[in-house]
């Protein structure tokens, strides 16, 4: 099977789908002639024109907003925001209009759109190219949210939210984009191709919304984690030779609830881990339906790692992001408590 | 460099607040038929001042005059004068059924009916509007059934969008009427967006984009123009000018542009102003602007001037913020009255028969409302219910919310 990296991956899937479904449209700011800032359209435009692949002007209001327009015509568009620090002037069209139509308009209108967006940090972007917003979407009612965190998942997902009746949310964390990045920033970089979840089918395939995977069995305390984090946790777990079962969710919303509870009740305790800042973060939906439904099994309380609550610097950009050694902490002392 | 002294901050303010004597003397209103009709393929660059002036048809005397003139026939004159008489008699009767306490909430378009109601008899079936809330004449005279809106304001047991949003936010597909948002302005660039849709299929279908002169200041309103402009989408871009965004008098949002129209001027968009309570030239300036979207000629922007006469909404008193009188005051007069002066001045309408309408129209407008209230009213008879609250909300209900839905009962 061939092996790719995750930009190759994304860039599979839209091209397996603009060739399967004439629907699908693809744009953004840099995503036509160019390919995209991380390339991830490289190639798009020359393959299907100008008509189904183009350059956007710099509007995130504009891109999104209109693809909800094109979508109530009945196309499919598959917008890009370039960072998903980006996303917040499209953020009204996102909340009230494309999470709402279906619902205000009893099915009238729907809106089957996806927005792509780079997310995450780890790459010294700063405030301004390292957020990780995902919890400003999965509190909104109509929305489906998205973070994959291999090559393989990034392809069947991102095919499953292009054929999705509804809007989605796809956040690609942009360190992952090259290779599986467990935190350890000094050493170099490991690629894709020397990954098993590198390997990515060619042509059709999804991964459905909804489905988390187990990328580590263990018995002695659940983890749960999305993108980036889901490799930090495997070092964290190698690193303190603790058991964990690690949980990748890769979708937020709709949430795999059933896996969560499986593994919890299993283990009797449970991590939740995250690159967003910790206040109001996802970890804390988490940890809540947690102990909503496993708190008679749970040995430790619910323990969670995630950014501070700062905005994301650049210069202490390791001391801010939560790396295995913060994980690690953390698992020690659910083990210990 | 000289000295220019302290800075000065500018609040702008209209003309008279409440307790002085209206005064439009400031709104220069070119006579009927004054403003030439260019071709449809004509080069923007030579028509600007189209942006600064009004193109008018009927004139104080009830004739139809200048080059936008003659395009409609008697009898689709008199279809769009029962049209505009249908949907002040709809408002009426709504508005008090809000006093009632028979709803939460009424918008009603006094004054402002010519701008809908010609507009929709300019498009073609499968056309799409994307309106604000004071464009009910598109499904008014598109044939929309009254007693469907009407089940939608009163959110009963038949109401198409189930009780889901707030009265008067009607949508139909069929009817070349997008869902209204209530939100501001983001139905501008949607609708630019399903215009590009259209060419990108190339389809021949055209949409219009529907805002208020207030909304004009949403950044989305900017965003369509780049993008209307930019791909040239087959889209008519309207601006409502009713003078009044609630007690927010139009220069707040206009600026030093002097018009809104003027605003399509810096995107290379043709922008043209028209009398908005003149059917006539509503409709003429609609054709033409539609016909240019059509042929691939891309947007055009257009201004209606006109005056809300009623209140912002139900929930609005606008004696706190403007003189009572100022209504009787606007200079382009009531766009009924002046519709129904030409039919007279034609000698194919009568004030007897006029009067002999408005009692038609009310007895089935009262009609609609009786076979409406017999599926209930917002508090009392037949709503929608609870288990539909949780539907719709995606295509397929995913569990978190099936078990929210247990809870609930339902």
Known sequence: MPRRTMIEAIRDAMDVSMARDERVIVYGEDVGFFGGVFRCTQGLQAKYGKNRCFDAPISESGIVGSAIGMAAYGLRPCVEVQFADYVYPAYDQIVSEAARLRYRSNNDFTCPI??????????????????????????????????????????????????????????????????????HHDNPVTPWSKHELGEVADGHYTIPLGKAAIRRQGSAVTVLAYGTMVYVAQAAAAET????????????????????????????????????????????????????????????????V????TPYPHAQEWEYFPGPARVGRALVETMEA | MADAGMLRFHVPEPEVRPG??????????????????????????????????????????????????G?????????????????????????????????????????????????????????????????????????????????????????????????????????????????????????????????????????AAWIGDGSTAESDFHAALVFASTYKAPVVLNVVNNQWAISTFQGIARGGSGTFAARGLGFGIPSLRVDGNDYLAVHAVAKWAIERARRNLGPTLVEYVTYRVGAHSSSDDPSAYRPKAE?????????????????????????????????????????????????????????????????????????????????AGV
């Open chain 1, 241 to 304: 030779g603790i058991d964990a079962e690690i949980i990748d969710l890769r979708t937020l919303l709709p949430l795999d609830l059933d896996a969560i509870v499986a593994s919890v009740k299993k283990t009797g305790r449970c991590v939740v881990v995250h690159e967003a800042t910790l206040t109001s973060g996802f970890g804390a939906e988490l940890a809540a339906l947690v102990q909503e439904n496993c708190f008679y099994h749970l040995e430790a309380p619910v323990a969670r």
């Open chain 2, 20 to 69: 002085g004597t209206p005064d439009f003397s400031n709104v220069t209103i070119p006579k009927a038929g004054s403003v030439p009709r260019p071709e449809v393929n004509v080069d923007p660059r030579t028509i600007r001042d189209m942006a600064f002036s009004i193109i008018r048809v009927l004139n104080r005397a009830g004739e139809a005059v200048g080059p936008w003139a």
């Open chain 1, 306 to 309: 995630a950014g501070w609550d």
């Open chain 2, 327 to 407: 209504s009787d005051a606007w200079p382009l007069g009531d766009p009924i009255i002046r519709l129904k002066n030409h039919l007279i001045h034609k000698q194919v309408w009568t004030e007897q028969r006029h009067i002999q309408a408005e009692a038609e129209i009310l007895e089935t407008v009262i009609a609609a409302q009786k076979e409406a209230e017999s599926h209930g009213t917002l508090h009392a008879g037949g709503k929608p219910s609870t288990r539909d609250m949780f539907e719709g909300v995606y295509a397929e209900t995913p569990p978190h919310l099936r078990r929210q839905r247990q809870q």
């Open chain 2, 71 to 207: 395009l409609l026939t008697d009898e689709e004159l008199l279809e769009g004068l029962r049209h505009m008489m249908t949907l002040r008699s709809f408002d009426a009767r709504m508005q008090m059924a809000q006093r009632q306490g028979k709803t939460s909430f009424y918008m009603q378009h006094l004054g402002e009916e010519a701008v809908s109601c010609a507009f929709r008899k300019a498009l073609q079936p499968g056309d799409m509007n994307f309106p604000t809330y004071r464009q009910a004449g598109l499904l008014i005279a598109d044939g929309y059934p009254m007693v469907a809106m009407m089940n939608q304001i009163y959110s009963n047991e038949a109401d198409p969008l189930k009780g889901r949003q707030l009265p008067i936010m009607y949508s139909s597909k069929e009817h070349g009427f997008f869902s209204i948002s209530g939100n501001l302005a983001t139905q501008y660039i949607q609708a630019v967006g399903w215009a590009m849709a259209s060419a990108i299929s190339n389809d021949s279908r055209i949409a």
């Open chain 1, 114 to 183: 996806v927005v792509r967006m780079p997310t995450g940090g780890g790459i010294f972007g700063g405030q301004t190219h390292s957020q990780s917003p995902e919890a400003l979407f999965t509190h909104v009612s109509g929305l489906k949210t998205v973070v994959p965190s291999n090559p393989h998942d990034a392809k069947g997902l991102l095919i499953a939210a292009i054929e999705d009746p509804d809007p989605v949310i796809f956040l690609e964390p942009k360190r992952l984009y090259n290779g599986p990045f467990d935190g």
